[in-house]
T-cell receptor
Framework: GAVVSQHPSRVICKSGTSVKIECRSL??????MFWYRQFPKKSLMLMAT?????????EQGVEKDKFLINHASLTLSTLTVTSAHPEDSSFYIC?????????????FGPGTRLTVL | GEDVEQSLFLSVREGDSSVINCTYT??????LYWYKQEPGAGLQLLTY?????DMKQDQRLTVLLNKKDKHLSLRIADTQTGDSAIYFC???????????FGPGTRLSVLP
């Protein structure tokens, strides 16, 4: 089946630094990718929709200048957490959409655990 | 590695019950989840079940877990058109971490 990878799987950084997380669709082209954040004891929260070749669409309450999304190609989207703070520590998951004649299918990455010290 | 499988499509008539099935391979899975994704929207957590439970009911939703067979199901009673969505099964060892998602089941509710 289709595979979506994320890199790194785990990252620890100091406050004030920036961290880039990559999401790749390994065997299909994804015009749309989604970025989610997992809060403790809560659902995955949709942060933004990333469309290849255009600006990302951010959900209400998500700072676009803090969470930079770049969908550089049909197989790669990156999320950069700028000037990270401890409250940004979380689990970030991406998903990629594969279009099919019977509808779109979502494939999820394994997630990236970010810890900001 | 771990794997979660679901049938990709399910069609039911309005008012009938829907049963969405899921199988997983990791016997050490501790939490099993059902998420709903409506068109153009993100995932919404519907319910989850801890692996030492057999059943969990919440209004129209009933989750059944057969740990021996590694089989999870979601039953939606009195299915409505608003239930049309994609339903994802997922598992993890720790709550809210390191999810493994299934491919999703697209539920179509016919009038």
């Amino acid at each position: 089946g289709a595979v979506v990878s994320q890199h790194p799987s785990r990252v620890i950084c100091k406050s004030g630094t920036s961290v880039k997380i990559e999401c790749r669709s390994l065997d299909f082209q994804a015009t749309t990718m989604f970025w989610y954040r997992q809060f403790p004891k809560k659902s995955l929260m949709l942060m933004a929709t990333s469309n290849e070749g255009s600006k990302a669409t951010y959900e209400q309450g998500v700072e676009k200048d803090k969470f930079l999304i770049n969908h550089a190609s049909l197989t790669l989207s990156t999320l950069t957490v700028t000037s990270a703070h401890p409250e940004d520590s979380s689990f970030y998951i991406c998903s990629a959409t594969r279009e099919g004649f019977r509808g779109d299918t979502q494939y999820f990455g394994p997630g990236t655990r970010l810890t900001v010290l | 590695g771990e794997d979660v499988e679901q049938s990709l499509f399910l069609s039911v008539r309005e008012g009938d019950s829907s049963v969405i099935n899921c199988t997983y391979t990791d016997s050490s899975s501790t939490y099993l989840y059902w998420y709903k994704q409506e068109p153009g929207a993100g995932l919404q957590l519907l319910t989850y079940i801890f692996s030492n439970m057999d059943m969990k009911q919440d209004q129209r939703l009933t989750v059944l877990l057969n740990k021996k067979d590694k089989h999870l199901s979601l039953r939606i009673a009195d299915t409505q058109t608003g239930d049309s969505a994609i339903y994802f099964c997922a598992e993890s060892k720790n709550y809210g971490q390191n999810f493994v998602f299934g491919p999703g089941t697209r539920l179509s509710v016919l009038p």
